[in-house]
C-alpha cells in the first residue's frame, strides 16, 4: 500500500506563489510517474501537471505553463507543485497522484491518490 499525503495549500492573493508538497509512504517503491490533478467547485477533475520518475520529463495543462513548476525528489519521496502568478481561477483542491509505470502518468486512472489541499486565490 502506497500513502500520498499533500501539504502547502492554503489561501493566497492573486499573483502570489504557493509551493505544494507531496510525500509518499508506504511501498514506495511501487510509486513511478506521479502528478497533479485538481478540482474546482462544481467543475470536472483537471489534469494538472506530472513528471516521470526520472524526472526527465515534465507535462503541464496550458493553463498554467509558464507559471507551475512540478519537480520530485525520490530520495524524499516527494513531489513539488511550484505555483506562480497565482489566479482565481486556479482555486482548487489540488491532489497528488501516482502511477506505477515510471514513465507513464495516468490521469484519469492513477494507481494511487493523496487526500487532496485546498488552494484558494482572493482577487
Known amino acids: 500500500q502506497v500513502q500520498l499525503v499533500e501539504s502547502g495549500g492554503g489561501l493566497v492573493q492573486a499573483g502570489g506563489s504557493l509551493r505544494l508538497s507531496c510525500a509518499a509512504s508506504g511501498r514506495t517503491f511501487s510509486v513511478g510517474a506521479m502528478g497533479w490533478i485538481r478540482q474546482a467547485p462544481g467543475k470536472e477533475r483537471e489534469f494538472v501537471a506530472s513528471?516521470?520518475?526520472?524526472?526527465?520529463?515534465?507535462l503541464y495543462t496550458d493553463s498554467v505553463k509558464g507559471r507551475f513548476a512540478v519537480s520530485r525528489d525520490n530520495a524524499k519521496n516527494t513531489v513539488y507543485l511550484q505555483m506562480n502568478s497565482l489566479k482565481p481561477e486556479d482555486t482548487a483542491v489540488y491532489y497528488c497522484a501516482a502511477s506505477q509505470s515510471r514513465a507513464v502518468f495516468r490521469p484519469t486512472s492513477p494507481d494511487y491518490w493523496g487526500q487532496g489541499t485546498q488552494v484558494t486565490v482572493s482577487s
Open positions: 513528471i516521470t520518475w526520472s524526472g526527465a520529463t515534465t
